[in-house]
């Protein structure tokens, strides 16, 4: 995580904005009156909405858990797409 201030930000926007996207960093652009922003990728943005999304439904964060659980303990059948569509017939 990186903090630069505003006038270094808004001078060197596109290398900020290239070391966001490129090496998935995040950027506190830092103001005054501590009225100061964060920068991230769109990627990092989406990833961490569906990750609140998530957490606000228990439902299905117990469903989540319980498939980790599964997933840790060997509760899984691996199978080829060759399998899944002879299934499906």
């Known amino acids: ?3 630069v201030n505003y006038s270094t930000y ?3 926007l596109k290398e900020y904005c290239d070391r966001v996207t490129d090496d ?3 950027v506190i652009v830092t ?3 501590e009225k100061n922003v964060v920068v991230m990728s769109l990627d990092e943005y989406n990833n961490m909405m569906e990750s609140l999304r998530i957490l606000k439904n228990p439902s299905y964060f117990i469903e989540l858990f319980q498939s980790l659980q599964q997933l840790q303990q060997g509760g899984i059948v691996v199978k080829t797409i060759e ?3 002879a299934a499906e017939q």
């Open 1 to 3: 995580m990186l903090a």
């Open 31 to 33: 103001r005054k009156s």
């Open 83 to 85: 399998e899944l569509e």
């Open 10 to 12: 808004r001078n060197k």
């Open 24 to 26: 998935n960093e995040t």
